[in-house]
């Protein structure tokens, strides 16, 4: 598989805590806040700031964008009103490395868009769900090289 870089971001509307416009964040408007109109947009405008996922490769980029909210969408069609997943994009970075023609909903791109998707999906995989660094000592048995495991069943003591 060819390399790939990742990103992520945004936010789910069903988190508005995580919204830096949601009027419930006790936060004082501070005047000339070079930050105001971008929390008032996402006060006005939450699916403008929604999750999405990045993936890109030499050859193409594609941002995945989706919420909560969003309704079931047929692919086929691309416009189905302003929702996350009608803002997702796919550039051929080759033909277009200015990123101006949004190919997502293109049937002929529907490879190349399930492959990325593919991408995304073995990152998410592999990435999340991190452990800690620091072992958990509770009722676990110490090997000698380190390593660590739970203790059986018949090896618990009750007190």
Same mark, same amino acid.
């Given at each position: 598989? &060819? !390399?790939?870089?990742f990103a992520e971001g945004g936010y789910g509307t069903h988190e508005p805590r995580d919204n830096e416009g949601w009027p419930g964040r006790k936060k004082p408007t501070i005047p000339n806040d070079m930050y105001l109109p971008k929390r008032r947009q996402q006060h006005e405008q939450p699916l403008?700031?929604?999750r999405a996922i990045m993936v890109r490769t030499a050859d193409a980029k594609l941002v995945l964008r989706m919420d909560q909210s969003d309704p079931g969408m047929d692919l086929?069609?691309? $416009?189905?009103g302003r929702t996350c997943q009608s803002q997702s994009e796919l550039y051929n970075l080759t033909a277009d &490395?200015? $990123?101006l023609e949004n190919l997502y909903? $293109? &049937?002929?791109? !529907? !490879?190349?868009?399930m492959e990325l998707q593919e991408k995304v999906l073995r990152w998410l995989f592999l990435t999340s769900d991190v452990t800690k660094w620091a072992d958990d000592d509770r009722r676990t048995r110490r090997y000698s090289e380190g390593f660590t495991a739970g203790l059986s069943p018949d090896e618990l003591m009750f007190d």
């Open positions: 598989l &060819p !390399a790939a870089v403008s700031v929604c086929r069609h691309g $416009e189905s &490395p200015r $990123e909903f $293109e &049937p002929q791109v !529907a !490879a190349v868009r």
